[in-house]
């Protein structure tokens, strides 16, 4: 009797087996890998778009049959490894991770000792080896847009040494990576006006980020609006007090609109606000575009970028040896291998291109649905 019903059993479980199409051992290679974990850590909040990129990434991650964990580390560095750990408990087979400072390496070594692939999501992670991709914007592309603006803006080809303009500088974050390309790509286009004497930097004037000791003066600590607020209005009544400033190098939307508010409590831009740079296409400053308080940002499409990081993660996952992404091109292939270099190894970069906004196109990001409809009410934009 016992040995029939074990007959039976072993009957019913290979029936079973059988008609689901599975077996314990596997099944085809995408189901093994649709059913991966993919973690996904993203660097804080302050920044309205790292909470946008962070959704974005789990929902193009489950779109693609993947399960998805997403987790914030609210600007604290040692919060964020302990999260890349419990991701990797939970037994992540790929980390995409948009780090805040270089405090990260060790937890992206962990991942290498469990060999779990990782993706540099947005920001380079730096003196580190123990990973190979990293995905963004051509970011020196992007401040050779703001620079270009500036230039626009202020109508700089026209100046004269006579007669110049004059500019402050803004650069983001010390510990991002890519705020050093963005400072580089607007000073490739401003450092020529410089030299003829028909644009004058107020205050800090680095002609590269490597010129350390003056980049560093300029540098805000976390994107941290307040500080960007502080020191301007320091400008305002000590370096720039006997000048009228005509243009801002400020490196994003949240640091511009920051700045742009400290100019408005000073009666001498009430009736003419200097020509402010941006990027990330925030709402609010998408607003300010409209009114003419903002002249432009740069629209960094992260919905495409999270799309095209889990493109690239769903290929590493699958074993493909060289990943190739629609859309982006290999930093290497354009002659910018620096953007790939972690100070220890060269990883591959891919680079997505980004696009200028200005009053002629401000309607842009909410036609590509990077603004949401709440968004767009809230601010004005319809």
Known sequence: MKKSLVVLLALLTAASLFASGGSQSGGSSSASSGSALIGIAMPETTVLRWVKDGNSLKSEAEKRGYRAE???GNGDQVLQNQQIGNLLTQGAKL???GQLNDGVASAISDAA?????VIAYDRIIQNSADYDYYITFNNFKV?????QGLVKGMNLDAATAANPKYITYFAGSPTDGNAFFFFDGATSVLNPYIEKGVLKVVGPAPKTSKDTAEFQRIATEGWLPNIAKNRMENLLTGDA???TLDAVLAPNDTLARAIIEAC??????ARKL???SGQDAEAASLAMIKSGQQYMTVFKDTGKLAEAAIILADQILKGVANPTVPGAVLASSIGLESIGDTGKKVVKAYLLDPINITQDNWK???TAGFITPDEVAANGLQ
């Open 70 to 72: 997403l987790q914030n």
């Open 274 to 276: 200097p020509v402010v």
């Open 95 to 97: 980390l995409v991770v």
């Open 241 to 243: 007090r006997n000048v």
């Open 364 to 366: 842009e990001p909410i």
């Open 113 to 117: 000792r469990d060999k779990v692939a």
């Open 264 to 269: 408005l409590a000073d009666a001498k831009y």
């Open 143 to 147: 401040g050779q847009l703001q620079g």
